[in-house]
């Protein structure tokens, strides 16, 4: 899941929710999108 650093805890919380295990965060230098907003993403989390 791609997201900016503002949906970061955001996308952390649905990662926990629907997985049930402690998410994987890391930084990314892709040019992909928020997947809440139109921002640049910073993160991809993920498992």
Do not use: P, R, W
């Given at each position: 899941?791609?997201?900016?650093?503002?949906?970061?805890?955001?996308?952390?919380?649905i990662a926990v929710d629907?997985?049930?295990?402690a998410p994987v965060l890391?930084?990314?230098?892709?040019?992909?999108?928020?997947?809440?907003?139109?921002?640049?993403?910073?993160?991809?989390?993920?498992?």
């Open positions: 899941m791609y997201c900016c650093l503002e949906h970061v805890e955001l996308a952390l919380d629907e997985q049930e295990t890391e930084k990314t230098n892709e040019a992909d999108s928020c997947e809440f907003c139109e921002n640049q993403a910073i993160y991809v989390v993920g498992n």
